[in-house]
């Protein structure tokens, strides 16, 4: 009952969304360094995240697809795959939040500090949280930037106890998109 | 002479730490498999693709008409979005609306914010 009314909420919010006047990207990167500086640093970047930002209240839904982080050591990335997101079980991570006090006409070129509040979904697994990020518009492109960080544990994230020393409980997320008008 | 049979075990002991030193450094950094030595699992249309259950991540071969241009994206039949392309021989950027094209890429899965399926790492194959 609850995952229906779950599919609902998410399919009401994707169709508002869609219909309204929007910003949109399908080529955001979004990238992650899981470990401290180590002889090989863990961290990926995904360049092929999507995402939709509604112009005239600041709703924003982000989808991406874990098996398309790209790292640079094709066995990191097996593994990262196989044995700790299970991306073939849980294929997309997704988010859908609020940008808070957002207004169109009160962006600029110069970046501008904003909260997003909203649900981080991660191998399925459902998180509240909260954002910090930058916006700032340069004539039809908006431009979004955040910072911020998320505990493995919070994601049931499963760690092997001899590499627990080198991969980070709090993992470093970047996320950097150029969204453009009316895609 | 003893020391010198010592001397002998240390140095095979050695090379045999150093040779699969070798051998795990050249495992874990060997270089991913490029596309186009992948083998596709599906091979055909974009109507027989939107059929067949292909399963996510896995290598395929798209034949289909150009629908839309986005920069160095690429949309086939009004429901696929190819993007990251990459080729040595041909250039997608002389690719247009309508052109008839053959790419593989890997298939990643359906984009619900887009409502279209997304093939990344895509390269363009001659036709045929």
Not at chain 2, 81 to 102: A, R, T, Y
Request: glycine share 6%; with cysteine; net charge neutral.
């Amino acid at each position: 009952m609850y995952m229906k009314f779950r599919f609902l909420f998410y399919f009401l919010f994707i169709t508002s969304l869609l219909s309204a006047q929007k910003y949109a990207t399908r080529s955001g990167k979004t990238s992650f360094i899981g470990s401290e500086q180590t002889f090989e640093q863990i961290k990926a970047i995904n360049n092929v995240s999507t995402a939709i930002v509604d112009s005239s209240n600041g709703d924003i839904a982000i989808l991406l697809f874990v098996s398309a982080f790209d790292f640079k050591i094709a066995l990191m990335q097996e593994h990262f795959n196989e044995n700790y997101m299970d991306s073939s079980v849980y294929p997309k991570a997704n988010f859908v939040g609020n940008i808070q006090k957002f207004s169109l006409g009160e962006l600029t070129e110069y970046e501008k500090n904003h909260k997003i509040i909203g649900v981080l979904t991660i191998r399925g697994i459902e998180k509240n949280v909260t954002i910090n990020c930058q916006l700032n518009k340069v004539n039809d492109r908006l431009y979004l930037k955040a910072d911020f960080s998320v505990l493995t544990s919070d994601f049931d994230i499963q760690v092997p106890k001899v590499v627990r020393n080198k991969i980070s409980k709090e993992i470093k997320i970047k996320v950097d998109y150029e969204l453009i008008e009316k895609l | 002479m003893s020391s010198l049979k010592n001397y002998k075990w240390i140095l095979f002991i050695i090379g045999g730490i150093m040779a699969c030193s070798l051998l795990l450094v050249n495992f874990a950094y060997q270089k991913e498999v490029p596309i186009s030595e992948k083998e596709a699992v599906f091979s055909g249309t974009v109507s027989d693709f939107l059929t067949s259950k292909v399963v996510e991540n896995s290598v395929v071969v798209l034949k289909s008409t150009v629908t839309a241009v986005r920069g160095e994206e690429l949309e086939l039949g009004g429901v696929i979005s190819i993007q990251h392309l990459e080729s040595k021989s041909l250039s997608f950027s002389k690719i247009n609306k309508g052109d008839l094209i053959v790419v593989k890429g890997i298939y990643l899965g359906y984009d619900d914010l887009f409502e279209e399926y997304k093939l990344i790492s895509c390269i363009l194959l001659n036709d045929e």
